[in-house]
């Protein structure tokens, strides 16, 4: 008998991709600009291929710098930690 997987996707594919289907990102969607300082939060959207992680769903976050297509941002995770991410602008709104 085999053994479930335990992968990252495992159990939430469903909830990420419910509402957010690649088809229906419209281009204004995909092409998005911030400056550094800006607060935006992440969220997931269309394709799993460059998602961030589901932790960080819903985090509100601040740009730090362009790189390529996507920005570096970084998370408050507790009062003296940070965390840095490299999230492409589909998966970020502003706040």
Same mark, same amino acid.
Do not use: C, W
């Given at each position: ?17 419910r ?15 911030? &400056?550094?300082?800006? /607060? ?6 269309g394709?799993?291929?460059? $998602?961030?992680?589901? !932790?960080?769903?819903?985090?509100i976050a ?8 996507s920005?570096?941002? &970084?998370?408050?995770v /507790? ?10 602008? $589909?998966h970020?709104? !502003?706040?």
């Amino acid at each position: 008998m085999t053994q479930r997987s335990h992968g990252l996707f495992s159990g939430r594919t469903r909830n990420l991709a419910r509402h957010n289907m690649p088809s229906r990102l419209g281009i204004s969607k995909k092409i998005k600009h911030f &400056e550094n300082g800006d /607060s935006v939060v992440i969220m997931p959207k269309g394709n799993f291929r460059n $998602i961030p992680h589901p !932790r960080y769903r819903g985090r509100i976050a601040t740009v730090v710098e362009k790189r390529g297509d996507s920005y570096v941002v &970084e998370i408050m995770v /507790s009062k003296s930690m940070k965390r840095t991410l490299i999230v492409p602008q $589909i998966h970020l709104n !502003r706040r």
